[in-house]
């Protein structure tokens, strides 16, 4: 059973494996210090968006998504931002509320709702700080396909050394978890 609060597994013994060589340490401690400034540019973006806005960097990724096609599905949203749909349905509603955006009942289909912005939602979208998505999701989402690939099998390897027991966290907004909220 997991225990609340614990986010992973203890490190795996490593006292068998050989002492990194003294390049090895340091290129891992510069690699180290590149995630450190990742984590912090993207917690001063988020930070920056809270400040000019009053939503969060995910509420504000959420408009944009509906911005760029109008009448999205809730489900196409959270297809789109890699989130679980009960998170997305979370930030819709706190969107609607503030009155950002609408959602629109199909007259074929009354299951489906159909997301719009609000001309408030779009007036906020055209002053907020860019990029709206978040500046670790543009760099990502800017680099060829052949680096994605290559990080994404590099961060594959970390994840593995670092043995998360939970990984709800990797369908959780970004700016939420910089946040620090559970």
Not at 12 to 20: G, T
Not at 33 to 45: E, G, P, Q, T
Not at 93 to 105: D, I, P
Not at 136 to 161: I, M, R, W, Y
Request: proline share 5%.
């Amino acid at each position: 059973m997991k225990s609340k609060g614990k986010s992973a597994r203890p490190a795996r013994n490593r006292s068998a494996a050989k002492a990194p060589s003294s390049v090895d340490r340091a290129l891992a401690l510069a690699l180290l210090k590149k995630f450190r400034l990742i984590i912090n540019v993207a917690k001063r973006h988020y930070r920056w968006v809270e400040e000019q806005c009053g939503i969060n960097g995910a509420q504000l990724w959420v408009l944009w998504e509906i911005d760029h096609a109008p009448g999205l599905r809730v489900s196409e949203l959270a297809a789109a931002m890699a989130m679980h749909q009960s998170t997305v349905s979370n930030l819709i509603e706190k969107l609607a509320r503030a009155k950002l955006l609408r959602r629109a009942r199909d007259d074929a289909d009354q299951r489906v709702v159909a997301l719009h912005l609000t001309a408030a939602g779009r007036a906020l979208l055209k002053r907020a700080p860019q990029p709206a998505r978040g500046r670790l999701h543009e760099a990502l989402f800017n680099l060829p396909q052949h680096s994605l690939a290559a990080l994404d099998t590099l961060l594959g390897g970390v994840l593995h050394e670092m043995n998360p027991d939970d990984r709800a966290p990797m369908h959780r907004p970004l700016a939420e978890l910089l946040a620090g909220k559970p």
